[in-house]
């Protein structure tokens, strides 16, 4: 089993920052994926940002929307992902939820994730 657990969200300005992170435990793999997806009032949840690692080299993966505002990075040695999302708008409130599956190729797609965080909220103020 892996536990996931999510932290860093809250209320901010539109034009803020907040930076998420996503402290996992539990069996790890040797080759795994871990996502972000956020879901609004509403809405489907969707695809955020991806990390995967293969053999230590670490892809990452960007939506459209958030591609050059959010970094996604990890800490293998505290076993946590951060998401840095920057030039917030009103658009990205959701909650916010972190995924962890073996590596896949298709990082984008809820079903290639085994495990998932609580989620956390995220709340950008106009």
């Known amino acids: 089993q892996v536990q996931l657990v999510e932290s860093g969200g809250g209320l901010v300005q539109a034009g803020g920052s907040l930076r998420l992170s996503c402290a996992a435990s539990g069996r790890s793999y040797t080759y795994y994926t871990m996502g972000w997806f956020r879901q609004a009032p509403g809405k489907e949840r969707e695809f955020v940002s991806a990390?995967?690692?293969?053999?230590?080299?670490?892809?990452?993966y960007y939506a459209e929307s958030v591609k050059g505002r959010f970094t996604i990075s990890g800490d293998n040695a505290k076993n946590t992902v951060y998401l840095q999302m920057n030039s917030l708008n009103p658009e990205d409130t959701a909650v916010y939820y972190c995924a962890a599956g073996p590596y896949s190729g298709d990082y984008y797609r809820e079903r290639e994730y085994d495990y998932w965080g609580q989620g956390t909220q995220v709340t950008v103020s106009s």
């Open positions: 990390i995967s690692w293969s053999r230590w080299v670490a892809s990452t």
